[in-house]
């Protein structure tokens, strides 16, 4: 499904003023694309991906998931929507220390309401896909970083997104495993036509991408080509 976002502006309070996180932001995203946006601390990244993911409603603006402007819609639609069709990866994979990998997936798809035998095909295909079949029965600490990201992918799919939303996931990893979890998204994206946008301060990750964009101060641009690497 395509993503669109037009003219979204996003301030915050801040004292007597407002902080404007997003200015005038407007992107497209198609499926089966993966965008990369990178730009400085503080420059709005993460607040284009929680209006992009309707996690905050935008000040002015609109967000639409295949055509359906989301602001349109009531709470308990836009959850469903959120559920269902957008997955969130986050710098942390914020995985529960008790439960294995498989459990981390079976979760989300209880929340969901979906069937305990469907869940269980699905997180067993899932976590084959991402390369974890053989550390189904493992917990976090027994996973490596790139392992636990990995977990964090999958469990991010279950919904069978359309939109992917996906913040800075190398930080913690070293060049390789950072490497590796990029190609899986772009992978991921292209396999199941997923409208992806990556978060990325890692300018050798923006070669994997199909377009890099870069936020300066709440402001979305064109990347500047020589900085890709
Ligand atoms: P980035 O992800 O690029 O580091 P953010 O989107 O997190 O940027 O932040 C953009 C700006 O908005 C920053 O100045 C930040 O301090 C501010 N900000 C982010 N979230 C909040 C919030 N919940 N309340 C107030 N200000 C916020
Ligand atoms: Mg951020």
Redesign the pocket.
């Known amino acids: 499904m395509t993503l669109t976002m037009t003219g979204v502006r996003l301030t ?3 004292g007597e003023r407002r ?1 404007t ?2 200015d005038d932001v407007s992107l497209t995203v198609a499926p089966g694309e993966i965008v990369a946006v990178t ?10 991906l ?1 209006v992009a993911g309707t996690l905050v409603t935008a000040d002015a603006g609109t967000v639409e998931v295949d055509g359906v402007d989301v602001s349109g819609l009531d709470q308990k639609r836009r959850d469903r929507l959120r559920r269902e069709r957008i997955g969130f990866v986050f710098q942390q994979a914020n995985l529960l220390a008790s439960l294995t990998a498989v459990d981390q997936l079976l979760l989300v798809a209880h929340v969901a309401g979906t069937s305990r035998d469907t869940a269980r095909e699905r997180a067993t295909e899932l976590l084959d896909y991402v390369g974890l079949s053989a550390k189904r029965g493992k917990r976090p600490h027994e996973l490596s970083g790139g392992e636990r990201q990995r977990v964090a992918v999958a469990r991010s799919l279950m919904g069978s997104p359309a939109v992917l939303l996906v ?1 800075e996931p190398t930080s913690a990893l070293d060049a390789e495993r950072g490497r590796a979890v990029v190609g899986l998204l772009r992978d991921i994206t292209r396999d199941r036509k997923t409208a992806t946008i990556l ?1 990325t301060h890692d300018p050798r990750h923006l070669g994997l991408t199909d377009r890099a964009l870069v ?1 300066r101060d ?1 402001r979305l641009g064109a990347q500047d080509p020589a900085a890709v690497g």
């Open positions: 915050y309070p801040d902080l996180a997003l730009g400085p601390s503080g420059s709005g990244k993460s607040s284009l929680a913040d978060v936020m709440g």
